[in-house]
């Protein structure tokens, strides 16, 4: 749920809702306890979590290095005190001007997944280190990953041997196991993927040194996940299985992981209705929805934990929804959600585990409304 | 597909992509083929769709009134010249605020769909009209309408002698069949309900004078869709079918089928690589998806006309993705879409129907993107 600082800001400040409200502390903490579970790997923050100014100047002033999916995430790195040897560029699909225009900000590690792309990082970014990402499987993940990133373990060798030969440096691997991804097998079965292309890349004189573990470490919603310390510990036993004594420089990039349970969204009941004398279930409209933030429980697939000012009084199912006239900006339907009775318009509730894919995900003015505002405490 | 104006427009001034180019002559077009194929009723347009200022305006002159989504969109209607008493508050869900702001603004006439909402009107609004939103079955649309607005046609009566009760003006009913509704049948089922209302509202003492049939009117995407007239034709005859010699003052709200064919986005393809040496097919990665406004690509629901620089080469079905480092954003995939075989990086694609619910859908700045330009011309 919020964290104690943030329900004293929304007590003492009361921000107009809806707003997101992340809470640094819990960020410093997330990234002391993610650095400590994998002390032999380099964490890059996924910048497109959420890219709060004060989240990047403390994540850079802590030592955090940065994974950025365009130009402009590249700049809000380096305007937060990162330097270009600390950001990989890490979006597989990038125009050459974009990769042009990292070089020239000094970027020289790029991610890749096909030939095409390794030969537009050739020209306009000569000399710099790729990775190429490999497909995963993706199971356990709640917030599934389709095949739109990387190409078959067996291919990723081919394009790290092309890459060589445009005079890039072949680093190594990269794969995702899929976000909030709550099964630790899954990592041991992506690094023994990995593990392949380094020995099929061996074979082809190439000598790869990196392997990039992506993200996927989970916040906690309404279930319980295992600890970051369980993701450390599962993930040192997978490279030393696969790699034994030769296990090679590690990243990861986590977002999620790292930001989610650090922010809070403050938001309004804007109406409780029925359908019908005898509905059977409530309607509650908030003042905020898909297109305000919400956009991850597309399909019902985050389900965020809700506090409200009536917490305590019977519960039964409800339906949930934003405030659009669309019909599609409903939360949660096909699995009603229980809130109290009592909740009536005007009650404030406090959205938990927003810290991630809530600001940037928000509509530029859908229905007039404006995006979803933040505050950093 | 795109009109001549805007493939001029492209090839003359070749903006930067990705963009939408909304072709002002079209949309009068369509204003005047929906105003002569309804002529016994007001026009409203659904500014949710476009609100683009240019737009706005251009529909202001033309005699248009404005249904409205919030108080930001009133604002927009007024700014572009439109007079309060042509501005309706078409959102069933509304802060009671937002309703006293839209009454300081001059606007008298709101959307309610149960008791609460009509007591916020009452306290906010006092003395305005308000009509009350059933629910249709929304069979036949290809945007389906959840249950989200509207409340059973037998209890729309009583909402509406609730607010006759409470000094407003219980004025009428409304609908809405469904977006990119393709079957005309659907307005005469809807009809046969609101006419329930009257009837059962008439013996409440109420004399209801309006019916809002709202949107539903399409857009031509793949598929040939009936004409406008052809639309007009149905609802007249389902009106004097239901209504006889006592047809109430009706009003449309078109949106989707007042601009969607009048705008067309420019993309550029980013990318176009294969997940294995025998992947059966193809991924072409945009710079524009799902977070970039093609937002209603959601399930494949809307599939868009796409012409390229390389029509008539040989076509191969191919997944369609967008740029963003987000697994979701991918547009067509259960059902490739075909493209020339010979497309590569850097060619440019013309996405057409793309003149509603694009821009506004945009994510403010999803993995750094900017939202969405638009051109008026």
Redesign the interface.
């Known amino acids: 749920m919020a964290t104690q600082r943030i329900l004293d800001y929304i007590a003492d400040r009361r921000p107009q809702t809806p707003c997101l409200v992340i809470d640094l502390e819990a960020v410093r903490a997330s990234f002391e306890a993610l650095s400590s579970a994998l002390p032999d790997s380099a964490v890059y923050y ?3 979590a959420n ?1 709060d100014p004060a989240v990047l100047s403390l994540l850079a002033s802590l030592g955090s290095s940065f994974d ?6 590249i700049e ?1 790195a380096l305007a937060a005190g990162a330097t270009p040897n600390r950001i990989s560029f ?7 001007r974009d990769v042009a225009r990292a070089y020239e900000l000094g970027i020289r590690l790029f991610a890749v ?2 030939e ?2 390794a030969q ?1 990082v050739a020209r306009a970014a000569p000399g710099s280190a790729v990775f190429c990402r490999i ?1 995963t499987d993706g199971e356990g993940a709640e ?10 373990p ?2 990723a060798s081919e394009v790290l041997a092309r890459a060589a030969s445009l005079g890039l440096e072949a680093a190594g691997v990269s794969f995702h196991v899929g ?1 909030q991804q709550t099964d630790l097998g899954s990592w041991d079965r992506a690094i023994a993927d990995a593990k392949g292309v380094f020995d099929r890349a061996s074979a082809l004189g190439l000598d790869l040194r990196l392997l990039n573990m992506g993200g996927g470490f989970p916040a906690r919603y309404l279930m319980d996940v295992p600890s970051a310390q369980a993701y450390g510990e599962a993930i040192s036993e997978a490279l030393r299985r696969h790699f034994g004594n030769r296990v090679p420089e590690t990243i990861v990039e986590p977002g999620r992981g790292m930001v989610g349970n650090a922010g809070a969204i403050l938001a ?1 009941v ?8 005898d509905d059977p279930f409530r ?1 509650v ?1 908030l ?1 905020i929805g898909k ?1 305000g933030g919400l ?1 991850e429980t ?1 399909d019902e697939a985050i389900r965020y934990p809700i506090s409200t000012v009536r917490d305590g009084d019977p519960c039964e199912p409800c339906i949930l ?1 934003g ?8 939360l949660y ?1 096909k699995q009603p959600y229980p809130l109290p009775l009592t909740l009536k ?2 009650d404030q509730v406090v959205i938990g585990g927003t810290g991630a894919y809530t ?13 979803l505002r933040s505050h950093a405490i």
């Open positions: 996924a910048v497109k890219p950025t999916a365009s130009v402009a995430e809000m890490g979006n597989t699909i990038k125009k050459e997944d096909c095409d792309e537009k497909l917030w599934p990953l389709s095949r739109k990133f990387g190409c078959v067996a291919m976000s309004e804007v109406l409780v209705s029925r359908k019908s004398p309607w409209y003042d297109f956009a597309m929804a405030p659009t006239c669309d019909s599609a900006d409903v339907e318009t005007g600001t940037t995900y928000s509509a530029v003015a859908f229905n007039g409304f404006e995006p």
